[in-house]
């Protein structure tokens, strides 16, 4: 009898959660973003299940702020999968006035985000939605649980949290309440890669070193899109980057590397000097950011 | 790379917190930004750097100084892969250290060396050895207040030993640490002369964590039937869940429980391809050679070695409801993969905090209290007792109105009749 690696431990664990989930809940979601996370879960949700089809289908929020290349591969794996893409907009949301755009030269859709899913969660009657979220990602994330409970509003209340012990999940629910469901609540940005390396998973080109025109701020490169303003005293320059996560083009950094492979990005990981979030404006804006963006809602 | 998971506790300011920090902020598992966030934060509180601010999260947590909740960590040495719970001291939160301990291989229970051993590091260890962790490492924490003195160590860690002496742990390690300045964390100190073991990371790393697990003794609750809607597979039928316990092979005897049918596996698939071994903790899907009618709940199990079946059980119970317990309390159980309402029939004992024996007949158990306690279940159920597995051992209770956990359940093994 021969022990099962760290990697396959994470991933029978996970295998796990998705089939408690499966099994609990009535009408359950996989949110997809295109994300290497999102991709993860995807495919584990595709493992747990053979020889038959993945139950959940993927609800991506559109935030309309998502790199080309996104959204092509979104499409893309989707139809690969063979699984069933919903998608809901936060531009929708704006237009029916149930969110206000962020003004400013890097304006966030993030707060808007989670109206529209919230919407969505109500309007497709939503009882569970699985998500990427890793507790290593974020200190707010480190208090998560893996079924966690969100009222009507989405709110996350982290004072009354059901404990969650052994590998016994509770599902129970009130009608209108949903739970957030998160596999990878164990992994690390470390695991995620090599697990990506293991199975060899497609991934956006955007994960990769390529040429693109940024604005170089706080020592941060932003990508420029239609979304940014860009001002006369902006150094703009053309450089070959690459993204460590990719949400949305106003609020994801690049950064300058030669990295082509997943081989490459372990290796520049190992030696990395910044966590995933640090690239990320959205939760540099303030020590709590994340903790009150669920709170709202947000995953 | 092996994983180790561990749990910090003790009682409030103990340095748990900024223990977990160093370890961290020693073993160079801290980021750029991370250092930064962290040197930003501690000039608000004008301490020098608050090695405590990094688990914790919350926005109480940080404005009160405090931990509220469980807050896991992931760190990793070129030796081993670490995960972390960093739970509460406070009494209110006793059922978080019990979340935390649920899933542990080992407990670092820290004592403040000017304090003592208290209240709390006396319950702790109670729960530590409840929950079977198997190992336990005493830090004594915060020798550079005590001027490094071998007296007050040896004599907190004498005091440890007698006290957890019957506690059934494999081990019990002891280390003269300071959190604040690093001693005996990651490096090894030479402020304590009188300390000849490793430092506390060390330690971590080269324990061997033993997992008693029976190969003999196979438990895969059912999670879910597959089924593929794909006719070419229309005879495909297995039976999906993680194995908890022991091993399983094609052609093993096996039998389905509390169903009692007996058959024999016919091959065994993981994600879709078959393997000749399935064994804890795989995520696999079982098919057998009968056409039998197996759901969500049952158990397959070795049929040499099967599980009790019953509809009474006796178990000890850690409330964690802020409503106390009462005798005929109806409830949902959980247990593995099977759900079934129960009654509570009787509150045999309740644990006094002081002395950790059981006192008899109490007329409720309150928050935080731990007991025993006899249920009935409205459906039959196939279990082990905890001693034996933890996977079939365990259980939670669920308020049916509120939905909400509210207790941790053990199984225990009737006392033979006297
Ligand atoms: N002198 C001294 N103080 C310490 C040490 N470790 C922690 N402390 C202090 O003890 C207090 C409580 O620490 P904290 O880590 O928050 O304790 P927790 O409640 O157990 O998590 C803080 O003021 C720490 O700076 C130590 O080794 N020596
Ligand atoms: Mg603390």
């Known amino acids: 009898m021969s022990l099962l690696s760290h990697l396959e431990r994470l991933e029978a664990e996970a295998i796990f959660i998705l089939r408690e989930t499966a099994a609990q809940f009535e009408r359950p979601v996989l949110m997809f973003s295109g994300g290497k996370d999102s991709i993860i879960l995807a495919h584990l949700a595709a493992k747990a299940f053979r020889p038959a089809l993945s139950p959940f289908p993927y609800l991506h929020i559109d935030t309309g702020h998502n790199f080309p290349e996104t959204l092509a591969f979104r499409d893309r794996f989707t139809a690969q999968m063979g699984a069933k893409l919903i998608v809901r907009l936060v531009e929708d949301s704006i237009r029916l006035g149930r969110a206000v755009e962020e003004k400013g030269k890097f304006p966030s859709r993030n707060r808007q985000q989670a109206v529209t899913l919230v919407d969505a969660i109500a309007e497709l009657k939503l009882d569970a939605c699985i998500g990427g979220g890793r507790r290593d990602e974020e200190k707010a994330r480190a208090k998560e649980r893996i079924f966690s409970v969100r009222d009507e509003f989405g709110g996350w209340e982290p004072r009354l949290q059901r404990p969650e012990l052994w590998n016994l999940l509770n599902g129970r629910i009130h009608v209108g309440e949903n739970v957030r469901v998160f596999p990878l609540s164990n992994w690390t940005e470390l695991d995620v890669w090599q697990y990506i390396r293991a199975e060899r998973l497609p991934l956006p080109e955007l994960y990769f070193a390529h040429q693109r025109a940024c604005i170089v701020r706080d020592g941060l490169l932003f990508p420029i899109s239609p979304f940014v303003r860009i001002d006369p005293e902006d150094d703009v320059r053309r450089t070959q980057v690459r993204f460590r996560t990719v949400g949305d083009m106003t609020c994801t950094a690049a950064f300058p590397s030669d990295v082509r492979d997943v081989d490459g990005i372990i290796d520049e990981l190992r030696a990395s000097p910044v966590t995933e979030r640090g690239s990320r404006l959205d939760d540099q804006r303030s020590e709590a950011a994340m903790e009150d963006r669920k709170r709202e809602g947000y995953f | ?418």
């Not at chain 2, 749990?7 to 920090?21: A, E, N, P, Y």
Request: aromatic share 6%; charged share 25%; proline share 6%.
């Open chain 2, 1 to 418: 790379m092996e994983l180790l998971r561990f749990i910090t506790c003790g009682s409030v300011d103990d340095g748990k917190s900024t223990l977990i920090g160093r370890l961290l902020y020693d073993s160079k598992t801290l980021l750029h930004d991370q250092v930064a966030a962290l040197e930003q934060s501690s000039a608000k509180g004008g301490n020098g750097l608050n090695l405590a601010l990094l688990t914790d999260g919350l926005r109480a947590e940080r404005e009160q100084g405090i931990t509220i909740d469980v807050a896991y960590k992931y760190f990793a040495t070129p030796r081993r892969k670490f995960i972390i719970a960093d739970t509460p001291g406070h009494v209110q939160y006793t059922r978080n250290m019990v979340t935390g301990a649920s899933t542990a291989d080992l407990a670092v229970l820290l004592v403040d060396a000017a304090q003592g051993v208290q209240e709390q590091t006396r319950r702790h260890a109670y729960l530590a050895s409840l929950l079977r962790i198997p190992h336990v490492v005493l830090a004594v924490n915060k020798m550079d207040a005590v001027d490094w003195s071998q007296d007050v160590y040896h004599r907190i860690r004498d005091e440890f030993l007698a006290l957890t002496r019957a506690s059934g742990f494999s081990e019990v390690h002891a280390i003269p640490v300071s959190a604040l300045l690093g001693d005996n964390v990651v490096e090894a100190s030479t402020r304590t002369p009188y300390y000849d073991g490793p430092p506390l990371l060390r330690y971590l790393e080269d324990l061997e964590v033993d997992r008693p697990s029976d190969p003999e003794r196979g438990r895969l609750p059912v999670q879910l039937v597959l089924r593929p809607s794909d006719p070419a597979l229309q005879d495909y039928r297995a039976y999906a869940g993680q194995v908890t316990s022991g091993a399983f092979r094609p052609g093993d005897a096996v039998v389905v429980l509390p169903s009692n049918i007996h058959t024999t596996i016919a091959g065994i698939d993981r994600y879709g391809e078959p393997v000749t071994e399935a064994f804890a903790p795989m995520s696999v899907a079982i098919r057998l050679r009968d056409d039998v009618d197996v759901g969500r709940g049952e158990v397959i199990a070795s049929a040499k070695r099967p599980l009790r079946v019953g509809q009474e059980l006796r178990a000890r119970l850690c409330w964690m409801a802020e409503r106390p317990l009462v005798p005929r309390a109806r409830l949902l159980l959980r247990h593995a993969t099977a759900a079934s309402p129960a009654i509570v029939t009787a509150i045999e004992s309740v644990v006094d905090v002081h002395s950790f024996t059981d006192q008899p007949a109490p007329a409720q158990l309150a928050l935080n209290e731990i007991g025993k306690v006899r249920i009935k279940t409205a459906r039959t159920l196939a279990f082990d007792t905890y001693a034996e597995e933890r996977g079939t051992g365990a259980f939670v209770l669920v308020d049916e109105a509120s939905n909400g956990t509210v207790a941790a359940g053990l199984i225990i093994a009737e006392e033979p009749a006297t």
